[in-house]
C-alpha cells in the first residue's frame, strides 16, 4: 500500500479543516481576554486622568489657600494701620476733638478698673446704673 | 518524503516586515545595551536625566510678627512682589513704558530707555519695580488686560513677570521704631533693633520642595515629590504698649522742639514686673520710608546713650544709708554753702540752711548734703549698693546695642570719687538702668530686671516667657520712706513741674554738666532728666526722661538746662497718659 499525501485544502474548506471542531471555545476565551485587557487599559486611563485631575484640583486649592492667607496678612496689616495712634490723634484733631478738661473717675471695683470722662456725663451714670 | 513548500509574494512581504521588526528591535536593544549595560556611562546618563526633569525650589519661612503687649502687630511679613519685563517678549517698548511707567521705580523716559536698549542687547530680564504689594500687582495685571483687550494680538503686551518678594511692614510707622528695628531691603534678616536680636526666631528655617517637570518647565502631576516644609519663624510679643510709646514719643517730639534738645530718650517701666511700656528716641523714623534713614536715627537711646545722671543718682546715696541704718529722714545734715574735697569744691543752687534733714537734702537736692551724707556712708558700702542697684553693667535687656556704662572700682577711686559718684558724677548710666534704679524704689525695695520680650511664639505654638530676674536691694521700710522723699521734691522741692493733674507722684530731678571730651572740660550745655513714679502708694510706672542739651528759659526765667524745668512737665504728660492708659484710678482730687 502506497502512502498518500493528503490534499492540499484551500480556502475556507481548509481553514475550517485546520481548526475543526476547536474554533468556537478558543475564541471566546481570546475575545474575553481582548476586552478585558481594552477595560484595564481604558481603566488605567481613567484612573490616571482622574489622579491627574486630583493633583491639579490640589494645585488649585492651595493656590486658593495662598491667595486666602496673603489675603488675611493684608487685612490684618490694615487693622493694625486702622489703629495706629497717629492716625488716630491725626483724625481725632482733624475732627476737632480734645481732651476733657474736667473729668470724673468712677472706680469700677468688680470690674477692676476706672472709667475716666467729661464730669456730668449722662452716658456714665447710665453705664454704672447697669452694673451690677 | 518531503513537505512541499510553496512561496507567494504576501509570505515574502511579511518576512520583509518580520525582517525589518527584528532589525527595529534588535536595534533598540543594542541601543538600550549600549546605554545601560555600560554601568559608568549608564549612572552618568541617569544623572544627567535626573537633573533635566527634577529641579529643587528653595521655601522660604514666612518671617515671624512683632507684636504689642496687647497682640497687635508692629511688624508682619506680607506677600510682595518685584515686577519683570522680558524686554525681547515686547512689541513696542515705548508703548509698554507708556503703560507701566505709572507702576515703575522710575519715570517714563528711563524706563523706555532701559526696555529698548534691553530689547536691542538681547536682554530678557529687567526689573522694573520693586517690592510692590499685591493690590498694586493687581493694579498692574488689570491695566496690561484692558490694553491687551483693545489692541491686535501682534501689539499685547506680553513679558511681564512678578517675581514673589516678602514685603516686612510696620504698621504704626515710625512707633517704637527704633525698638523694633529694620530687616535688610531684600528681605532678608534682621539689621537693628529686636529685628536684628532676635532674627533667629523670627526668620525660621527655609523648605525645599523637588519636583519634577516636564519638557516645557511645568509641573509633572504625578511625577516624583520630595516636600520639606518650611518651618515659620517665631513670634514675638513685646512689653511695649503702642498707645503709651506713642504719647511717650509725642511728648519727647514736643519736649525737643521747645527746649531745642539735640536729643532725647524716655522710659516707661512698669515696676511690678520690670516690663518696658514704652522707649522713647528722638530723632526717630517711620520704618515704611526707607529713605528717611540717617545714621543715629535709628538708636535706640535708652540703651546705647550713656550719661551722667547727675542729682537723680543722689537717691542711691540716700537710699543706701537709710538701708544701712546711717541715717533717718530726720537726721539733720550739715549743708554749708560749699565744701572743699581734694582739689574740687562743690556747692549747691541757691540758698539753702546750713543744715537739712535728710529728707530735705533730697527734697531740694543739695550737692553738699548729699556728699555729706556719702562721707557717712563711706566708699565700700557706696558701690556695694551702685552694683547692687544695677549700674556698671547691662540689665540684660533683649536689645542690640545696649551698654553697660561704668561705675569705676572702689579700687580705682580717687579722693573726691565718693563725692563726685554721689551726686551724680563720675560715673555712666544709660536712662534704662536710671528707670530700673527708681523702679526699684517703687517696687518695695525688690530690683526687677528690665525686660522687652514678654514672649516667643514658635511656629509649633509653644510659648517660651520671660521670667525676670529679681533680687531684693532694699527693705520694705526703706523704700516707702524714699517714696515719700521723692514726693516732697514734687511737693516742695525742684520738682514742682513734674506734678500730675489725676495722681500723686514722686520723683527726683536732675542736670548734669556735658563733658567735652575734645576740650576736657564740662561744658555749659546739660542733661537735664527727671525720674518719677505714680501714683506715690502704689506706683503703677515709673517713668525717666533725659533731655541732651536743653536750652533757653521758660517766662519766669528758669532755665530749660535744668531737669526741673525741662524735663519734669514732660515727666507729669507721659506719666498721666499711661496711668489713663493702664486704666488706674486717679488718686488726687
Redesign the interface.
Known amino acids: 500500500m502506497t502512502a498518500q499525501t493528503v490534499p492540499y485544502a484551500r480556502g475556507r474548506a481548509a481553514r475550517q479543516s485546520a481548526v475543526g471542531e476547536r474554533r468556537g471555545p478558543r475564541i471566546v476565551p481570546l475575545i474575553f481576554f481582548t476586552i478585558l485587557v481594552m477595560a484595564v487599559f481604558f481603566a488605567m486611563i481613567f484612573l490616571r486622568i482622574a489622579l491627574d485631575r486630583s493633583a491639579f484640583q490640589l494645585e488649585s486649592l492651595e493656590r486658593q489657600i495662598a491667595t486666602e492667607e496673603s489675603l488675611q496678612l493684608d487685612l490684618r496689616l490694615q487693622l493694625a494701620q486702622l489703629q495706629d495712634p497717629l492716625r488716630i490723634a491725626t483724625e481725632a484733631t482733624r475732627m476737632g476733638l480734645t481732651y476733657p478738661e474736667d473729668r470724673v473717675a468712677i472706680v469700677v471695683d468688680d470690674l477692676g478698673g476706672v472709667l475716666i470722662a467729661p464730669s456730668g456725663g449722662e452716658p456714665i451714670q447710665a453705664l454704672t446704673d447697669s452694673l451690677p | 518524503?518531503s513537505a512541499?513548500r510553496i512561496w507567494k509574494p504576501g509570505d515574502l512581504r511579511l518576512l520583509v516586515v518580520g525582517v525589518a521588526f527584528v532589525l527595529a528591535w534588535a536595534g533598540i536593544g543594542f541601543r538600550l545595551f549600549d546605554l545601560q549595560g555600560n554601568q559608568a556611562r549608564a549612572a552618568e546618563l541617569a544623572t544627567v536625566g535626573f537633573d533635566q526633569r527634577i529641579t529643587e525650589r528653595a521655601i522660604e519661612p514666612a518671617r515671624g510678627t512683632i507684636y504689642d503687649r496687647d497682640g497687635?502687630?508692629l511688624a508682619?511679613?506680607?506677600?510682595g512682589w518685584n515686577i519683570v519685563v522680558d524686554p525681547s517678549m515686547l512689541d513696542d517698548p515705548t508703548a509698554t513704558a507708556a503703560l507701566l511707567a505709572p507702576y515703575a521705580d522710575d519715570p517714563y523716559e528711563e524706563l523706555a530707555l532701559t526696555l529698548s536698549e534691553g530689547q536691542e542687547s538681547g536682554s530678557r530680564y529687567a526689573e522694573i519695580a520693586m517690592r510692590v504689594?499685591?493690590?498694586r500687582k493687581h493694579e498692574v495685571e488689570s491695566v496690561i488686560a484692558a490694553y491687551n483687550s483693545d489692541v491686535d494680538k501682534a501689539q499685547r503686551v506680553t513679558g511681564v513677570f512678578y517675581r514673589p518678594q516678602p514685603l516686612r511692614?510696620y504698621?504704626?510707622?515710625?512707633?517704637a521704631s527704633q525698638v523694633i528695628g529694620l530687616t535688610s531691603y531684600d528681605g532678608g534678616g534682621g539689621i537693628e533693633g529686636l529685628e536684628l536680636t532676635f532674627n533667629s526666631e523670627l526668620e525660621g528655617d527655609a523648605g525645599r520642595l523637588i519636583v519634577e517637570l516636564d519638557p516645557s518647565g511645568r509641573?509633572i502631576?504625578?511625577g516624583e515629590v520630595l516636600l520639606e516644609p518650611a518651618a515659620a519663624g517665631a513670634d514675638i510679643v513685646t512689653t511695649i504698649d503702642?498707645?503709651i510709646q506713642?504719647?511717650a514719643e509725642?511728648a519727647l517730639r514736643r519736649a525737643i522742639q521747645t527746649t531745642g534738645a539735640s536729643n532725647g530718650a524716655i522710659v516707661v517701666l512698669d515696676p511690678d514686673t520690670g516690663a518696658v511700656l514704652a522707649m522713647a528716641s528722638y530723632p526717630g523714623m517711620d520704618l515704611n520710608e526707607r529713605s528717611e534713614v540717617t545714621p543715629g536715627v535709628l538708636r535706640n537711646r535708652t540703651v546705647a546713650d550713656m550719661y551722667e545722671p547727675g542729682s537723680t543718682l543722689k537717691l542711691l546715696t540716700v537710699a543706701a544709708a537709710l538701708e544701712e541704718g546711717i541715717v533717718t529722714a530726720d537726721t539733720m545734715i550739715d549743708t554749708p554753702n560749699r565744701i572743699e574735697i581734694g582739689e574740687f569744691d562743690y556747692s549747691d543752687h541757691g540758698n539753702n540752711p546750713p543744715a537739712m534733714r535728710v529728707a530735705d537734702v533730697v527734697a531740694k537736692s543739695s550737692n553738699i548734703g548729699t556728699i555729706h551724707i556719702e562721707q557717712m556712708l563711706g566708699r565700700d558700702l557706696h558701690y556695694e549698693y551702685l552694683t547692687k542697684f544695677g549700674l556698671g553693667g547691662k540689665v540684660g535687656l533683649d536689645v542690640e546695642g545696649e551698654r553697660q556704662g561704668s561705675v569705676p572700682p572702689t579700687s580705682e577711686w580717687t579722693a573726691t570719687s565718693g563725692s563726685s559718684i554721689a551726686i551724680g558724677y563720675a560715673v555712666h548710666t544709660t536712662a534704662l538702668q536710671m528707670a530700673a534704679v527708681y523702679a526699684t524704689v517703687a517696687n518695695d525695695g525688690v530690683w526687677t530686671e528690665p525686660y522687652l520680650v514678654k514672649e516667643i511664639i514658635q511656629a509649633d505654638g509653644t510659648r517660651i516667657t520671660t521670667n525676670a530676674r529679681t533680687r531684693r536691694v532694699l527693705s520694705f521700710d526703706t523704700a516707702q520712706t524714699l517714696r515719700e522723699m521723692l514726693g516732697q521734691v514734687i511737693e516742695i522741692g525742684t520738682g514742682s513741674r513734674a506734678a500730675l493733674a489725676?495722681y500723686t507722684a514722686g520723683g527726683k530731678t536732675g542736670t548734669s554738666e556735658k563733658f567735652d571730651v575734645e576740650a576736657g572740660v564740662y561744658s555749659d550745655d546739660t542733661f537735664a532728666s527727671f525720674i518719677g513714679m505714680a501714683p506715690l502708694n502704689d506706683p503703677r510706672v515709673v517713668v525717666a526722661v533725659v533731655l541732651d542739651s536743653p536750652h533757653g528759659s521758660l517766662e519766669d526765667g528758669t532755665s530749660l538746662t535744668l531737669g526741673g524745668a525741662s524735663a519734669a512737665p514732660v515727666f507729669a504728660e507721659v506719666a498721666q497718659n499711661a496711668l489713663?492708659q493702664l486704666?488706674?484710678?486717679?488718686d488726687r482730687d
Open positions: 518524503m512541499q497687635v502687630e508682619l511679613t506680607i506677600d504689594d499685591t493690590s511692614v504698621p504704626a510707622g515710625s512707633v509641573v502631576p504625578q503702642r498707645e506713642f504719647a509725642q489725676d489713663h486704666g488706674v484710678a486717679p
